[in-house]
Nanobody, 122 residues
Framework: QVQLVESGGGLVQAGGSLRLSCAAS????????TGWFRQAPGKEREFVAG???????FYADSVKGRFTISRDNAKNTVYLQMNSLKAEDTAVYYC????????????????WGQGTQVTVSS
């Protein structure tokens, strides 16, 4: 059974940093595309960052230069390092994985975590 579990969310002051983790069980990330999405109250879920097989990364324009996605294959874990956080980054953050190629759309990912709350105070 495949499970993705996010952790690392919390409350942080604007300008601060957090690192989110997504640990997988039941499958291996190494050949997957893995993404981070977020959903704020009253808004649709939106793409944040992704990493494909071969460690090619891609980001939403709103987080470029501030967020970094990475993967540790030995630990079967994907990370989202979030720096220079802004109030508008407040959302529930979800990790997702696809058995192969996936890009910017949430419907391209098969496996999802339960989400972790990130709250940025201004």
């Amino acid at each position: 059974q495949v499970q993705l579990v996010e952790s690392g969310g919390g409350l942080v002051q604007a300008g601060g940093s957090l690192r989110l983790s997504c640990a997988a069980s039941g499958r291996t990330f190494s050949r997957d595309s893995t993404g981070w999405f977020r959903q704020a109250p009253g808004k649709e879920r939106e793409f944040v960052a992704g990493i494909r097989w071969g460690s090619i990364t891609f980001y939403a324009d709103s987080v470029k230069g501030r967020f970094t996605i990475s993967r540790d294959n030995a630990k079967n874990t994907v990370y989202l390092q979030m720096n220079s956080l802004k109030a508008e980054d407040t959302a529930v953050y979800y990790c997702a994985a696809s058995a192969g190629y996936a890009g910017y759309g949430s419907d391209e990912y098969r496996y999802w975590g339960q989400g972790t709350q990130v709250t940025v105070s201004s």
